[in-house]
Every structure is written in structure tokens, then in C-alpha cells.
């Protein structure tokens, strides 16, 4: 089955850009997805990549799609504090997303 | 913002009561799910359903229940809560297209 893996943790000081990056085994995947959830509150869709894409911007948000290694990025630039939260990448199969074990962003000031 | 409602947002009860989740969207959308979250964040599909009368369990085996008599609702029902069904549970919806959106949450905890 399809296996979505990504580091737990992240801490970028307040400015930098962040990188969160994704790892996922099938190749079929249609779409490719990054999911912001913060703290006692559900998942927010930040933004999708088609999979014949290898770039998406979308204001501070830039998502990298490298098919040939299986690898996906999120690029936040100019991290603030309320960027701290969960971040989860999720691929599509069989009309169902897998979800990462989710990257935890922190953001100090 | 999507709009798709949970309710309750928390729970708590006592372990053998029957309880009943619900996830109701106005977005017209054909498909819904329930996912189980654990404390270490990661999600796990419990149920899925497609459509009216369509429902069929998820990747993570469950002892819940759930129905689809209409498209907007589709609520998660567990007989008899122990303390291992303590957990947050997120109720989504698709349409045709791309994007899932997700409800904010049941957080549920059984004594």
C-alpha cells in the first residue's frame, strides 16, 4: 500500500523560510496535497499539486513535486508565528487521501 | 472556508454508552469520510462513503458504525464506548473535483 512518510519535527526562526518535506511510494498518485492543522482545530487545505506538475506558487506557499524521486515540499517564505501548527502532505489513490504522520512547525520569535 | 459542521466538538462519557457523531456538509458534495486521529497526529481512514446507501470501511479497522440516508449527513455511531475509543475524530467531504475539506473535529474521550 502507499506509505507517506515526513520528519516530525521542524523550528525556523520568525523570517526564514521553512521547508517541510514529504516522501511517498506510489507513483500513480494523481494529486498531492499539504494540510495545515492547528491546535485543537481541523485540517485546513493550504494547497494541491497535480502530479504532471513539478512547481506551485501561491503567495508565501511554494510547492515542489520531484516525481522522478518520489518527493514533495512545502516552502513557506517569511515564516510568522501563527505559521506554528501541523503540517500534513497526503497523496491521492483510489479516490481516498494517505496522510503523513504530520511535521510540526515551530516558529520562534 | 468550507462548510462542514461536527458536533460535538467534545465528549466525554462514560465507558458502555452508546454515542453518535455527527458531520453534517451543505456543500452538496458525494463524498464523505471519518478519520481517526491519534495523539502522535497521525490520521487513519475508519469509514467512506460515496453516496447515498454507500458506506464501506477505511484502512483502519473500527469498531464504529456509520450511515449515509442523505447526502449531507453522515453520522459515526459507536454502540458501546470504552476507553481505547478515545481519540479526536475528523469528519471530510469531496466533491468531484480535487479539494477535501475537513470539519473541525469531535474530540472524544470515554472514562
Known amino acids: 500500500g502507499e506509505d507517506v512518510e515526513q520528519s516530525l519535527f521542524l523550528s525556523v526562526r520568525e523570517g526564514d523560510s521553512s521547508v517541510i518535506n514529504c516522501t511517498y511510494t506510489?507513483?500513480?498518485?494523481?494529486?498531492l496535497y499539504w494540510y495545515k492543522q492547528e491546535p485543537g482545530a481541523g485540517l485546513q487545505l493550504l494547497t494541491y499539486?497535480?502530479?504532471?506538475?513539478d512547481m506551485k506558487q501561491d503567495q508565501r506557499l511554494t510547492v515542489l513535486l520531484n516525481k522522478k524521486d518520489k518527493h514533495l515540499s512545502l516552502r513557506i517564505a517569511d515564516t510568522q508565528t501563527g505559521d506554528s501548527a501541523i503540517y500534513f502532505c497526503?497523496?491521492?489513490?483510489?479516490?481516498?487521501?494517505?496522510f503523513g504522520q504530520g511535521t510540526e512547525l515551530s516558529v520562534k520569535p | 472556508e468550507a462548510d462542514i459542521y461536527q458536533t460535538p466538538r467534545y465528549l466525554v462519557i462514560g465507558t458502555g454508552k452508546k454515542i453518535t457523531l455527527e458531520c453534517s456538509q451543505t456543500?452538496?458534495?458525494?463524498?464523505m469520510y471519518w478519520y481517526q486521529q491519534d495523539p502522535g497526529m497521525e490520521l487513519h481512514l475508519i469509514h467512506y462513503?460515496?453516496?447515498?446507501?454507500?458506506?464501506e470501511k477505511g484502512d483502519l479497522s473500527s469498531e464504529s458504525t456509520v450511515s449515509r440516508i442523505r447526502t449531507e449527513h453522515f453520522p459515526l455511531t459507536l454502540e458501546s464506548a470504552r476507553p481505547s475509543h478515545t481519540s479526536q475524530y475528523l469528519c471530510?467531504?469531496?466533491?468531484?473535483?480535487?479539494?477535501?475539506?475537513f470539519g473541525p473535529g469531535t474530540r472524544l474521550t470515554v472514562t
Open positions: 497526503a497523496v491521492a489513490r483510489a479516490g481516498k487521501l494517505i
Open positions: 456543500m452538496g458534495h458525494d463524498k
Open positions: 462513503s460515496y453516496g447515498v446507501n454507500s458506506t
Open positions: 506510489d507513483s500513480s498518485s494523481t494529486y
Open positions: 499539486i497535480f502530479s504532471n506538475m
Open positions: 471530510a467531504s469531496r466533491s468531484t473535483g480535487v479539494e477535501q475539506y
